[in-house]
C-alpha cells in the first residue's frame, strides 16, 4: 500500500510540529542534489585555505607542550569559558576592533561555535513568532540558527532590487529598514531585532560608519536589539578597505541593546573547531545566555589551546595576520582577475572569503530555474559553487565562490568554468 504521506513528510508522526518543521527543511536542501565527481572542488563552503598551515603549524607547537591533566579531562568549571581564555579575547578584540575603550572579559561569553552562540541570544531575546529585519540576501545559517529553536520570523530588507553592480553597501538605508519594518508589523509580526553581518556574506561588503549609526538610530527609536556579526572582522584584507566595528563606535545610541558575535571560524581557519563568542554590555543578557551555555560549552582542551594561542601576541601581530591578509590578497586578485578575463561580471570587495558574482548573462532565461541548471550544469564539471537563491536573493543569476584557496586549485576551478561558460555562449 502507498503510504499516505509525501517523501518528506515520512516519519511526521514521531515528531514534534518544530521537529517536523526542521526535518522537512532538511530534506528541501538535499533533494535534487547534482551528482558530484569524486574530483569536485568544493568553493561553496566559507572556509580559509590559504593561511591554515599557519594555524596547524601553532596547535603543534601548543599541543606538543601540551600537559593534559585529569581535571581538564571534565567538564569545564566555567561553562561559558574560562577566565583565561575571555581575558584573552576580550584584549584580541579590543585590540584588533579598535574598541572605545578596553573591553571588559566579563561582557563576554564563549560558546561552541558562532552560529550557536546566535541561537543561545536568539533564545533569550525573542519569543516563538517575534521577527527580526535582515538586509538580504545573507548567509543562509542565519536563516536556520534564528528560525528553526528560536522559531523567529525572518524579515528581509531586500537590497538588489534590480540585480545590478555596482551593490552599494549604502543601499542599506533607514528608508528601507522603515518599510520592511511597517510592512511587517502591517502583517502582524512583532519585530524585535536587528541583524547585521559586517564584514558581509555573501557580498563581501562592509557597512560605512555612517551606516551603522543610522542603523543603530533606528534600532533605538523602536526598541529593537541589534545583533552584529563580525566573524570576518580580521579578514579585511583590502588595502583600501576600512572597516569599523559596532565596538568602536562612541556614543552608542542604545547600548544595553547592542551586541557583537564573533568565532574562530573563518578568521583562525578552525570552521572544524567551533568556537563562539558574544559580547553585550548587558548583565541580564549575559547572565541569561550564560544559564544556558552548558548546552554547547567549548571543551577544557579547546579552551587552553585558543588561550595560548592568543596570548602569542608576537606571533599574531607580526606572523599570523599580515601574512592571512597577504594570502587573502593574492588568491582574491588572482581569481577576480581571470574572472575579468572570462567577462564575469563580479564585486571587487576587500574583506572576507568570498567573491559575489553575476552569471546572469550565461543564462538563456534569467530564472531560479535556470539558476539551479547552471549550478547543476558547474557541479557535474567539477566545481561548486553557491547559487544566489540560497542566500534569498531576489535576482536570479547571482553566485558566492570562496576565493581563500591556493592558486593551483583556484587555476583549476578557473578552467573548469570557462569551458562551461564557453559551452553556453556557443
Same mark, same amino acid.
Given at each position: 500500500?502507498?503510504?499516505?504521506?509525501?517523501?518528506?513528510?515520512?516519519?511526521?508522526? /514521531?515528531?514534534?510540529?518544530?521537529?517536523?518543521?526542521i526535518q522537512?527543511?532538511s530534506?528541501?536542501?538535499?533533494?535534487?542534489k547534482?551528482?558530484? @565527481?569524486?574530483d569536485? #572542488?568544493?568553493?561553496s563552503?566559507?572556509?580559509?585555505?590559504?593561511?591554515?598551515?599557519?594555524?596547524?603549524?601553532k596547535?603543534?607547537?601548543?599541543?606538543?607542550?601540551?600537559?593534559?591533566? @585529569?581535571?581538564?579531562?571534565?567538564?569545564?568549571?566555567d561553562?561559558?569559558?574560562?577566565?583565561?581564555?575571555k581575558t584573552?579575547?576580550?584584549?584580541?578584540?579590543?585590540?584588533?576592533?579598535k574598541?572605545?575603550?578596553?573591553?571588559? @572579559?566579563?561582557?563576554?561569553?564563549v560558546?561552541?561555535?558562532c552560529l550557536?552562540?546566535?541561537?543561545a541570544l536568539? =533564545?533569550?531575546?525573542?519569543?516563538?513568532?517575534?521577527?527580526?529585519?535582515?538586509?538580504?540576501?545573507?548567509?543562509?545559517?542565519?536563516?536556520?540558527?534564528?528560525?528553526?529553536?528560536?522559531?523567529?520570523?525572518?524579515i528581509y530588507?531586500d537590497?538588489d532590487?534590480?540585480?545590478?553592480?555596482?551593490?552599494?553597501?549604502?543601499?542599506l538605508?533607514?528608508?528601507r529598514?522603515?518599510?520592511?519594518?511597517?510592512?511587517?508589523e502591517?502583517?502582524?509580526?512583532?519585530i524585535r531585532?536587528?541583524?547585521?553581518?559586517?564584514?558581509?556574506?555573501?557580498?563581501g561588503?562592509i557597512?560605512?560608519e555612517?551606516?551603522?549609526r543610522?542603523?543603530l538610530?533606528?534600532?533605538?527609536r523602536?526598541?529593537?536589539h541589534?545583533?552584529?556579526?563580525?566573524?570576518?572582522?580580521?579578514?579585511?584584507?583590502?588595502?583600501?578597505?576600512?572597516?569599523?566595528?559596532?565596538l568602536?563606535?562612541?556614543?552608542?545610541?542604545?547600548?544595553?541593546?547592542?551586541? =557583537?558575535?564573533?568565532?574562530?571560524s573563518k578568521?583562525f581557519? =578552525?570552521?572544524g573547531?567551533?568556537?563562539?563568542?558574544?559580547?553585550s554590555?548587558?548583565?541580564? #543578557?549575559?547572565n541569561a545566555?550564560?544559564?544556558?551555555?552548558?548546552?554547547?560549552?567549548?571543551?577544557?582542551?579547546?579552551?587552553?589551546?585558543?588561550?595560548?594561542?592568543?596570548?602569542?601576541?608576537?606571533?599574531?601581530?607580526?606572523? /599570523?595576520?599580515?601574512t592571512?591578509?597577504?594570502l587573502?590578497?593574492?588568491?582574491?586578485?588572482?581569481?577576480?582577475?581571470?574572472?575579468?578575463?572570462?567577462?564575469?561580471?563580479h564585486?571587487?570587495?576587500?574583506?572576507?572569503?568570498?567573491?559575489?558574482?553575476? =552569471?546572469?548573462?550565461?543564462?538563456?532565461?534569467?530564472?531560479?530555474?535556470?539558476?539551479f541548471?547552471?549550478?547543476?550544469?558547474l557541479?557535474?564539471?567539477g566545481?561548486?559553487f553557491?547559487?544566489?537563491k540560497?542566500?534569498?536573493?531576489?535576482s536570479?543569476?547571482?553566485?558566492?565562490?570562496?576565493?581563500?584557496?591556493?592558486?593551483?586549485?583556484?587555476?583549476l576551478? #578557473?578552467?573548469?568554468?570557462?569551458?562551461?561558460?564557453?559551452?553556453?555562449?556557443r
Amino acid at each position: 500500500m502507498a503510504s499516505p504521506h509525501r517523501e518528506e513528510d515520512i516519519g511526521l508522526e /514521531y515528531l514534534s510540529n518544530r521537529g517536523g518543521k526542521i526535518q522537512c527543511t532538511s530534506h528541501e536542501k538535499t533533494k535534487n542534489k547534482p551528482q558530484a @565527481p569524486d574530483d569536485l #572542488i568544493d568553493l561553496s563552503v566559507a572556509s580559509n585555505l590559504v593561511a591554515d598551515y599557519l594555524i596547524t603549524e601553532k596547535l603543534q607547537e601548543i599541543t606538543k607542550n601540551l600537559v593534559i591533566e @585529569p581535571k581538564m579531562l571534565l567538564y569545564p568549571p566555567d561553562q561559558n569559558g574560562s577566565v583565561a581564555l575571555k581575558t584573552a579575547i576580550a584584549k584580541l578584540l579590543t585590540t584588533y576592533t579598535k574598541a572605545n575603550g578596553s573591553l571588559d @572579559p566579563n561582557n563576554i561569553t564563549v560558546l561552541s561555535g558562532c552560529l550557536g552562540t546566535l541561537v543561545a541570544l536568539s =533564545m533569550v531575546l525573542f519569543d516563538s513568532g517575534d521577527g527580526v529585519l535582515i538586509p538580504g540576501p545573507c548567509y543562509q545559517g542565519v536563516y536556520d540558527g534564528f528560525s528553526r529553536t528560536p522559531e523567529v520570523k525572518v524579515i528581509y530588507t531586500d537590497l538588489d532590487d534590480k540585480g545590478e553592480i555596482p551593490f552599494d553597501p549604502v543601499e542599506l538605508t533607514v528608508e528601507r529598514l522603515e518599510a520592511s519594518f511597517e510592512e511587517a508589523e502591517k502583517e502582524g509580526v512583532k519585530i524585535r531585532g536587528l541583524f547585521l553581518i559586517n564584514p558581509h556574506n555573501p557580498t563581501g561588503d562592509i557597512y560605512p560608519e555612517s551606516v551603522l549609526r543610522q542603523c543603530l538610530e533606528f534600532a533605538k527609536r523602536h526598541s529593537l536589539h541589534v545583533i552584529v556579526d563580525e566573524i570576518y572582522m580580521l579578514s579585511v584584507f583590502g588595502e583600501d578597505a576600512k572597516f569599523t566595528s559596532v565596538l568602536s563606535l562612541e556614543g552608542l545610541p542604545d547600548p544595553q541593546r547592542t551586541h =557583537m558575535v564573533w568565532g574562530f571560524s573563518k578568521d583562525f581557519c =578552525m570552521s572544524g573547531l567551533p568556537c563562539g563568542v558574544l559580547h553585550s554590555w548587558n548583565k541580564y #543578557i549575559n547572565n541569561a545566555v550564560k544559564a544556558i551555555s552548558f548546552c554547547n560549552a567549548t571543551t577544557n582542551i579547546h579552551q587552553r589551546v585558543l588561550t595560548e594561542m592568543l596570548q602569542d601576541e608576537n606571533w599574531l601581530e607580526q606572523t /599570523y595576520i599580515p601574512t592571512n591578509h597577504q594570502l587573502l590578497r593574492e588568491s582574491h586578485r588572482f581569481l577576480t582577475g581571470e574572472l575579468d578575463k572570462l567577462g564575469v561580471p563580479h564585486l571587487k570587495r576587500g574583506a572576507g572569503l568570498f567573491v559575489w558574482v553575476n =552569471m546572469q548573462k550565461f543564462l538563456p532565461v534569467v530564472s531560479f530555474d535556470e539558476e539551479f541548471k547552471l549550478f547543476k550544469e558547474l557541479v557535474e564539471n567539477g566545481v561548486r559553487f553557491t547559487p544566489g537563491k540560497v542566500y534569498f536573493c531576489r535576482s536570479p543569476g547571482w553566485f558566492r565562490i570562496i576565493f581563500a584557496a591556493p592558486i593551483v586549485t583556484l587555476k583549476l576551478v #578557473i578552467d573548469r568554468l570557462g569551458k562551461v561558460l564557453e559551452k553556453r555562449q556557443r
